[in-house]
């Protein structure tokens, strides 16, 4: 699958609307991905949005990232589970 510049920059813009900050804890990846993202904030929304307005699969690759992120959830929703029912019957 090709990934373009507008499927990378969507997890960076939904950072920005989650309002994501430095903190005390981060991880080098989480410091990493903050600065990226306020790097991709310079950028305008016109020029994102462009990006998919060109890409004749813009369409199949954001199905593909939310189908993606739902299995990653529905993988840690699952860990969490077996992890809290591993601790009850300690």
Known sequence: MTIN???SNTPLKTLAE???KFTPI???GFQTLVQLKDSTMRD???LYS???LHNRFARQELEN???ALHKVK???VQRISDVLSTEKTA
């Open 74 to 76: 529905e993988m840690l």
């Open 50 to 52: 462009g990006l998919f």
């Open 65 to 67: 990232l939310e189908h």
């Open 18 to 20: 989650m309002d994501a």
């Open 44 to 46: 305008s929304f016109d």
């Open 5 to 7: 510049l507008g499927i």
């Open 26 to 28: 981060d991880t080098k």
